[in-house]
């Protein structure tokens, strides 16, 4: 079983957002994110930027005073 | 006194449209929230104005085409969307993808700079704690404009896509003629760049 490196695991997570991971490719994931602080981070820091994308988009400029 | 009759009925239909939530008044609520989208798509204040004008404009004129079955806002949109995908295509075609060397060589180094030969992280992302109270402070907004805006052109034009437009991987690749690696790739390069920016100028600092 190869455990995928720091920047293979980053491009996975990214992938995570945008097709599904071959069961391999999460296995392998999953190894990595248990023993890496670093690319558990990351995971958190893209669900939290495509979530903030949509938030600048419906944020109101002019909230009531 | 026939006509007379005939305009009030006329009159009586189009208060019935305005009533779905088509009346310019109605639609112009909605005009900051279309100028975001179509700025942060496509990067360019006049472009920006003009597809949002369009679009403010074709929802008033076609009002009676708001079946009402969804919102106002999201009627908005979805025209938008295709006046925005008919500009993408006419920017991609004055700077495709897969040529302006130098920009893409530029772009591949992103990555490069951030792991060590051996794919490991150079510095590890940090712990942003709970990013969510970022959200309410006006001055992380600004600093997302200008992360957003630093991306490289070609690279922020597939995360748009992708993520104010949310079009699926093979839309992206349709629009743009390039294939889904590609765009994995591209995709992969413009998520770290926003968070090596967020990291640098917003969360590395609080």
Not at chain 2, 23 to 49: C, H, I, K, N, W
Not at chain 2, 70 to 76: F, H, R
Not at chain 2, 177 to 183: E, K, Y
Not at chain 2, 187 to 200: G, P, V
Request: charged fraction near 30%; proline fraction near 3%.
């Amino acid at each position: 079983m190869h455990i995928p490196t720091c920047r293979e695991t980053s491009a996975l997570l990214s992938q995570t957002q945008d097709r599904k991971l071959t069961l391999f490719e999460r296995v392998g994931l999953r190894l990595h994110l248990v023993v890496c602080t670093g690319c558990r981070q990351l995971e958190r820091q893209l669900a939290f930027m495509r979530s903030a994308v949509k938030r600048y988009l419906e944020r109101d400029d002019h909230p009531p005073r | 006194m026939c006509n007379g009759g005939s305009n009030a009925m006329a009159d009586n239909n189009s208060s019935r449209a305005d009533a779905l939530g088509v009346s310019p008044g109605e639609v112009e609520q909605f005009r900051g929230y279309l100028m975001r989208y179509a700025l942060l798509q496509l990067r360019d204040q006049t472009s920006a104005e003009d597809v949002v004008q369009e679009t403010l404009l074709a929802a008033v004129e076609g009002g009676d085409r708001f079946s009402g079955k969804s919102t106002v806002k999201t009627w908005l949109t979805g025209i938008l969307k295709h006046k925005i995908i008919d500009q993408v295509r006419r920017q991609s075609r004055e700077q495709p993808l897969l040529q302006g060397e130098d920009d893409e060589r530029s772009e591949a180094d992103v990555i490069d700079g951030l792991f060590k030969a051996d794919g490991h992280w150079q510095n590890f992302p940090a712990n942003w704690g709970d990013p969510g109270n970022a959200l309410e402070n006006k001055r992380f907004w600004e600093t997302f404009e200008t992360c957003a805006r630093l991306m490289p052109v070609k690279t922020a034009r597939v995360f748009m896509m992708r993520e104010v437009m949310e079009l699926s991987t093979e839309e992206i690749c349709k629009e743009l003629d390039i294939t889904a690696t590609n765009c994995w790739v591209m995709l992969h390069r413009a998520r770290l760049s926003l968070r090596e920016c967020l990291e640098t100028k917003w969360f590395g600092r609080v």
